[in-house]
């Protein structure tokens, strides 16, 4: 996981993420009823969206091929956050292992900060030694060059700042975490738009065409990923709404009813939100297309908080007996 060739490929990620994200998983069968269509996971226990930073770098540099992964992130995570597989048994290996690293840190804490991202010049710098052979850089392009690889550092470092440090058991605290982990990669889209917008715009045609000759290259390698297919696609049939299973285990009241069926419209909002800002086409220069993660995640801020404020309203009408029976949906599915 520390090796940034490995981490720089999305199917290798996903790889990674899959199994960790079943390593403590109780829930049964081959997979989880909560996996993305690449393979990987949104949830991978208490923490979302791994490799945030990767996912954003690659869509924004590398492009279409590359993209997908990002892209793939939607209201199946926010339903995953509401309904999540993790008991607290299946939780607790991911803050507690019985084996100790050097000077007691902790293992299982440690790959947790490694899925979070990588803040180091290996892992989280831009390849600036490729970059620079191809476009054969003058000086002030250059100096901008290495202030947009810096700024990479920076961000990353935004997006690692916001991975969980405690369990989470609740559904308005996985919201909430969530929540947090997509504000920081706003804050981190919007560090590095102005040196990126910067250092692309001292470029001539010439080199704008052999910089993202390189991310034609790189794209043929991976393949070619529809980013409408990965964010566009139904929710498979284990996301909808348990609502039978909801009543038989709450026997929830008229008023808790009524607001169930708010946080069930703010779910159907929010979804519909997410699947009105997937792409039609893929972006072709590599600011374009960090503007348009930006605002992909502008959206998905707005239906997370939509359907936070919905969840905290109706988890506030339930007694802690009926948040227990909640809670416990989610881990008792199978795949």
Not at 28 to 56: C, E, L, R, S
Not at 177 to 186: D, F, H, K
Request: glycine share 10%.
């Amino acid at each position: 996981m520390r090796n940034g060739r490995v981490l720089g490929n999305p199917a290798a990620r996903a790889q990674i993420a899959a199994g960790a994200a079943l390593a403590g998983w109780h829930g049964g069968g081959a997979g989880g009823w909560w996996q993305h269509g690449n393979g990987g996971y949104g949830w991978v226990g208490p923490v979302f969206w791994p490799f945030a930073y990767y996912d954003i770098y690659d869509y924004a540099m590398w492009g279409y091929g590359f993209g997908a992964p990002f892209w793939g992130y939607g209201y199946p995570d926010i339903y995953a956050g509401i309904f999540a597989p993790y008991g607290y048994d299946d939780l607790s290996g991911y803050y507690y292992s019985p084996r100790r690293a050097p000077r007691g840190r902790n293992t299982a804490i440690d790959r947790l900060a490694q899925l979070c991202g990588d803040d180091s010049s290996e892992i989280a710098g831009l390849p600036i030694d490729q970059i620079a052979q191809a476009i054969e850089p003058t000086e002030a392009q250059r100096a901008a060059l290495d202030d947009l690889a810096n700024v990479s550092i920076a961000a990353a470092q935004k997006i690692r700042a916001a991975c969980p440090t405690q369990m989470i058991l609740t559904a308005p605290g996985r919201l909430a975490a969530m929540q947090a982990r997509i504000e920081a990669m706003i804050s981190a889209v919007a560090t590095v738009q102005p040196p990126l917008d910067k250092f692309y715009g001292l470029l001539n045609d010439e080199q704008k065409a052999r910089l993202n000759g390189i991310a034609e290259n790189e794209r043929k390698k991976q393949g070619n990923g529809s980013l409408v297919a990965s964010c566009s696609a139904a929710p498979p049939a284990a996301l909808q709404w348990p609502t039978a299973e909801i009543e038989a285990r709450l026997h929830p009241t008229d008023a808790q009813r009524a607001s169930l069926e708010t946080l069930q419209g703010a779910s159907a909002k929010a979804a519909d939100m997410l699947k009105a800002s997937c792409p039609v086409d893929d972006a072709v220069t590599p600011p374009a297309r960090l503007a348009a993660a930006g605002n992909r995640l502008d959206t998905m801020l707005g239906a997370v908080r939509l359907v936070k404020a919905a969840l905290e309203d109706f988890y506030a009408t339930l007694s802690d007996e009926q948040k227990g029976q909640f809670e416990a949906i989610g881990p008792r599915r199978t795949s």
